[in-house]
């Protein structure tokens, strides 16, 4: 297997022997489950780009070695199903942005990893598109068009890691479009009651970023709204270590996971967004949360040596069930095992500069 430039882990806290298994076992049924088109059977751009994600996180560079195959044929397909206008979504229209800005970011990924230029088409086509359907507020809807209003918060960090990644690639983005983008990130964020009213007071207490900035947090949207500010360099926003410090009493509260089950302390969703923000946070944070989040998702992997399509995946429970939430889980699982790597360009040390000032 033939391996990116070797990137190392910060200490053996960071990686044991076990991880390392474990990450091999998730690879090897992605790479046994996968099928000749590449997509795993899925009609999903996004979790055909989360499969192949989890082969960039370990280093595995497309058409490199034995393991490279994976992520090529996924990355050729997604390729192949771009439309002419850059979306990335063959599903239902009503997932258009969920798939279009995960693939984006992915694509985004690999090519910081490798120069293609037909890669490289099809990633600006599909930047152009998350531009051109920015609503009116900053946010986006769940299709494809630019309306006056945007959905939710998950819909904006999809796509502010697709337009991060095409910053560290040194491809422009409108600064308008990051601007409107930020603006929208503050508007999810939910002050506690007593708090509540202008920022000089929501700083004196405790917040949570939600789903509308009107519900309830949760360690996803909490998550999310990290990762989109430290994404679009606002390191310094004071929302970031209420968020955080929520998110490291969130993963220290989670039950032990049954051995073998499959089913991780968090959904995949949350466990994606979780391992990334907690990640960019860095320190005493990181270093708390990594080791639990880690030993649990090696301790809940599915192993039956004489069941193959069982052995070395696990399973979604919340959004995704059968043969994609299998693919989901399993994708999410090896990223988050692999990030101590630091393969990625998005895992990379380095920071952007802000592009507003509060």
């Known amino acids: 297997w033939l391996l990116a430039d070797r990137a190392c882990a910060a200490g053996p806290w960071e990686v044991t022997p076990q991880s390392q298994v474990a990450l091999s076992r998730g690879l090897a049924w992605l790479a046994r489950s996968q099928g000749p088109n590449g997509n795993w059977g899925s009609a999903d751009l996004g979790l055909v780009a989360l499969g192949s994600l989890a082969f960039l996180a370990a280093g595995h560079l497309p058409g490199r070695g034995s393991l490279g195959k994976v992520p090529q044929r996924a990355l050729e397909h997604i390729m192949r199903s771009a439309r002419p206008d850059g979306l990335l979504n ?157 998110l490291v009493r969130s993963v220290r509260g989670v039950k032990p996971v049954l051995p073998g089950s499959g089913s991780m302390p968090f959904d995949p969703y949350t466990m994606y967004y979780v391992g990334q923000a907690m990640y960019q946070a860095g320190g005493d944070a990181w270093r708390q949360v990594f080791p639990r989040l880690r030993d649990e998702v090696v301790r809940s992997q599915q192993r039956d040596e004489n069941d193959p399509a069982v052995d070395g995946s696990w399973q979604a429970t919340k959004y995704l069930q059968g043969a994609e939430g299998q693919l989901y889980a399993t994708a999410v699982a090896c990223f988050v095992l692999a990030i101590p790597n630091r393969y990625l360009p998005i895992l990379q040390e380095g920071r952007i500069r802000e592009f507003v000032k509060r």
């Open 90 to 246: 063959i599903a239902h229209q009503r997932r258009d942005m969920y798939n279009h800005g995960l693939a984006t970011f992915v694509l985004g990924q690999a090519y910081g990893m490798m120069a293609d230029d037909r890669l490289q088409g099809v990633f600006r086509r599909a930047l152009r598109l998350i531009e051109e359907t920015q609503c009116d507020d900053g946010g986006w809807d769940y299709v494809a068009e630019a309306k006056p209003k945007g959905h939710d918060l998950s819909l904006s960090v999809m796509q502010a890691k697709a337009l991060r990644t095409a910053l560290d690639s040194g491809l422009e983005v409108s600064p308008r479009v990051i601007n409107l983008a930020i603006a929208n990130v503050r508007q999810h964020y939910r002050p506690n009651p007593k708090f509540a009213g202008p920022e000089e007071l929501q700083r004196q207490g405790p917040g949570i970023f939600s789903y509308d900035g009107r519900r309830e947090g949760n360690p996803a949207m909490a998550a999310a709204g990290v990762v989109c500010l430290q994404e679009f360099g606002q390191y310094d926003d004071w929302r970031i270590p209420n968020n955080i410090g929520y």
